[in-house]
């Protein structure tokens, strides 16, 4: 995968709170040599009068299980529609404080791959857990095939039927995924790793059932687990 050595469009926010179950944004696999100074240039340009302004959120988490990934970090720029990405975007593209921002982030940090996405509107769970400060993620990343999402998204219905609310599951579409080849993602949520990897949260037997009816649809690419670290 094609490194960045500038963080370019790299949380293209300027950025106030919104929820984090927004619609729309990107997610950043990202190598940081000195997460101190990562922090520091971040919480600079958020707290500054150009960097509260915006519409989007950012939740920067330390990557705990890397899966294929082979970053430090992962970071989600959300917004609540395209509308205000594309508002933020156009501002930063002549700001001289974000190209400021960007430069210091630069030297701290390399993306490594990058991917947009949005929200399905399927979901299930406590939705609270998502906005909390603490919590850890599971990210599933897989493809399926067009004529196959329908039968996908039913399967996986029926599966989170039989799940209680100790993890948040959302489905989201992938876009620009280049050579991964991903369609879509689950990210599961929880307050901590044993509510989100004991493996109790959905039924055994709804388990069992979902893997049995996506078995020739989903092919898994990749999946790693994290843990947050900030928000903004």
Not at 130 to 156: D, G, H, M, W
Not at 189 to 203: F, N, Q, R, V, Y
Not at 204 to 212: H, I, K, P, R, Y
Request: hydrophobic content about 45%; proline content about 1%; aromatic content about 10%.
């Amino acid at each position: 995968m094609l490194k960045r050595v500038i963080l370019t469009i790299f949380f293209a926010l300027t950025c106030q709170a919104t929820t984090l179950n927004a619609q729309v944004g990107f997610n950043y696999d990202v190598n940081v040599t000195d997460a101190r100074a990562f922090l520091f240039a971040m919480n600079s340009y958020m707290s500054s009068s150009e960097g509260s302004s915006g519409s989007a959120s950012v939740a920067l988490r330390q990557n705990l299980a890397n899966g294929l990934t082979k970053t430090t970090h992962n970071i989600a720029v959300i917004w609540p529609d395209y509308e205000s990405m594309q508002r933020d975007t156009a501002r930063n593209a002549t700001s001289s404080q974000w190209a400021a921002f960007q430069a210091s982030l630069a030297q701290v940090a390399t993306i490594e791959s990058n991917v947009m996405f949005s929200a399905t509107g399927l979901s299930t769970g406590d939705s609270s857990v998502v906005a909390s400060p603490n919590q850890f993620k599971r990210f599933i990343n897989f493809r399926v095939e067009p004529q196959n999402v329908a039968r996908y998204t039913e399967a996986l219905t029926e599966l989170w039927e039989g799940c209680d609310d100790s993890v948040h599951h959302a489905l989201f579409s992938l876009f620009g995924s280049g050579e991964t080849g991903f369609t879509h993602a689950v990210v599961q949520t929880a307050a901590s790793a044993e509510d989100l990897l004991d493996g109790t949260a959905c039924s055994t037997d709804a388990t069992v059932e979902f893997f049995s009816e996506v078995s020739d649809i989903r092919e898994v690419m990749n999946e790693f687990v994290a843990v947050q670290m900030a928000a903004w």
